[in-house]
């Protein structure tokens, strides 16, 4: 029965295959642990479900309090949302992998920070420009 698996096994895979599905990136065994905590952390704070994050993983992103929350919660955590609430492009293209150089840049400035009914809504927002301009930057640890 596949109910017995533990959240970080279950987290591990979720992060492997949403790395093989947005792309097919590298990463450390310490991004690995990073993303896990702050998905950890980010899920604790917002209370947000599992199937709600996997599903956006997968290009189904719901209209869902808990998951705008969710995406803010990871920006506020990795320290690339300012003062004026606004996501620091720079500062999160920083941090990308190498391989998301080449094409993640011209989509995180063209999409910049949407506007939204407050900032989960407008990091939701703009996590769904990602997408739709090219899902390969759209990324949910």
Known sequence: TGRGVNCPLKMF???VLGS???SVLAFTEEQIAMMKSLHSECVSQTGVAEDAISNAQAGNIADDPKLKCYMKCILEEIGVIG???KID????????PEEMQEFAPAVMK???TQSGTDLCDAIF????????ADKRVFFLP
């Open 13 to 15: 895979k979720i992060l």
């Open 110 to 112: 063209k999409c910049g």
């Open 83 to 85: 003062d004026d609430e």
């Open 125 to 132: 927002n703009t996590f769904k420009c990602y997408y739709a």
């Open 89 to 96: 492009v720079d500062g999160a293209l920083a941090i990308l």
């Open 20 to 22: 093989l599905l947005s």
